[in-house]
């Protein structure tokens, strides 16, 4: 898929949209198919993208990349989309990943989030009231974890948004039964976002750990934070994608993060 074939849509747009929703993407066909099928149900009054910045893995599986075009054939009439190619081979960690989609976005403001994470409601008009009243603060929306959109682990890919029936299984973040600040799905304006210099491109070299450096570098840089428990956005289970040498990555992304935690002045 070259990148010329998503940017027809951005043709004339590019300075009007007020959104880029940022989704790195490997592996995750069904649940992207689905999460673009709240998209469109939700957000077609608005002027949005839609950035899915492709790991180098899935480009290079000649399989998994066609689904990938399948589906974004199947949205960019309905869907501003573009997908950006990650050059990054040997990376197991979306930090640099959601640096490439920035590079590339047109609007005002960003939205970090996953192609898991579908919205069952319409977020966009609530992130307008909020960013209404202080266009610089950095707001965090709740995610619950779900089943029953196929059964755990196995996502089924429904055709219209009524076909969404799902059982609450935990929160992955909510400010009173389980607060960690992550961007399952969360929203900052875009000027702001490069002003703290975004993800710490550092944290490719392992797993794990770049949400958490993420939230402290909101914090050590004094921006609001507001956590919205009513802003809900449902993470679908997935399988588990064997990483190699997983616990020597963890260690070396956990080691980084310490050390950078342990010279900022901040509480979590």
Same mark, same amino acid.
Request: charged share 25%; hydrophobic share 35%.
């Given at each position: 898929?070259?990148?010329?074939?998503?940017?027809?849509?951005? +043709?004339? &747009?590019?300075?009007?949209?007020?959104?880029?929703?940022? #989704?790195?993407?490997?592996?995750?066909?069904?649940?992207?198919?689905?999460?673009?099928?709240?998209?469109?149900?939700?957000?077609?009054?608005?002027?949005? =993208? &839609? $950035?899915?910045?492709?790991?180098?893995?899935?480009?290079?599986?000649?399989?998994?990349?066609?689904?990938?075009?399948?589906?974004?054939?199947?949205? /960019?009439?309905?869907?501003?989309? *573009?997908? &950006?190619?990650?050059?990054?081979?040997?990376?197991?960690?979306?930090?640099?990943?959601?640096?490439? @989609?920035?590079?590339?976005?047109?609007? =005002?403001? *960003? $939205?970090?989030?996953?192609?898991? %994470?579908?919205?069952?409601?319409?977020?966009?008009?609530?992130?307008?009231?909020?960013?209404? $009243?202080?266009?610089? %603060?950095?707001?965090? %929306?709740?995610? =619950?974890?779900?089943?029953?959109?196929?059964?755990?682990?196995?996502? +089924?890919?429904?055709?219209?948004?009524?076909?969404?029936?799902? +059982?609450?299984?935990?929160?992955?973040?909510?400010?009173?039964?389980?607060?960690? @600040?992550?961007?399952? %799905? !969360?929203?900052?304006?875009?000027?702001?976002? #490069?002003?703290?210099?975004?993800?710490?491109? /550092?944290?490719?070299?392992?797993?794990?750990?770049?949400?958490?450096?993420?939230?402290?570098?909101?914090?050590?840089? /004094?921006?609001? $934070?507001?956590?919205?428990?009513?802003?809900? &956005?449902?993470?679908? !289970?997935?399988?588990?994608?064997?990483?190699?040498?997983?616990?020597?990555?963890?260690?070396?992304?956990? @080691?980084?993060?310490?050390?950078?935690?342990?010279?900022?002045?901040?509480?979590?």
């Amino acid at each position: 898929m070259s990148n010329s074939s998503v940017l027809k849509n951005l +043709t004339g &747009v590019s300075k009007i949209l007020k959104y880029s929703i940022i #989704l790195p993407y490997y592996k995750r066909g069904n649940h992207l198919y689905n999460t673009l099928i709240t998209f469109k149900c939700h957000y077609n009054k608005y002027k949005y =993208e &839609v $950035i899915i910045v492709e790991d180098y893995k899935n480009c290079k599986d000649e399989k998994e990349h066609q689904v990938l075009c399948d589906i974004v054939d199947k949205f /960019n009439d309905d869907i501003v989309i *573009l997908v &950006v190619s990650s050059p990054l081979q040997d990376c197991h960690n979306p930090a640099p990943l959601y640096n490439m @989609g920035v590079n590339e976005a047109f609007g =005002e403001f *960003l $939205i970090i989030s996953s192609p898991e %994470c579908f919205h069952p409601t319409d977020i966009l008009s609530k992130l307008d009231k909020e960013f209404d $009243i202080d266009k610089n %603060c950095y707001i965090v %929306c709740a995610c =619950e974890d779900v089943v029953g959109i196929g059964g755990k682990g196995k996502i +089924t890919r429904f055709e219209n948004f009524s076909e969404f029936a799902v +059982t609450h299984r935990l929160w992955f973040q909510h400010s009173k039964f389980n607060n960690r @600040g992550f961007h399952f %799905c !969360s929203a900052i304006l875009k000027d702001k976002y #490069l002003e703290i210099g975004g993800f710490d491109n /550092n944290f490719s070299l392992g797993v794990a750990y770049d949400d958490n450096d993420f939230r402290d570098n909101i914090i050590y840089h /004094n921006i609001p $934070i507001k956590l919205r428990d009513d802003l809900v &956005v449902c993470h679908m !289970s997935h399988e588990y994608i064997p990483v190699p040498n997983y616990e020597k990555l963890v260690e070396i992304n956990k @080691g980084y993060y310490f050390n950078k935690l342990n010279k900022r002045n901040i509480k979590l």
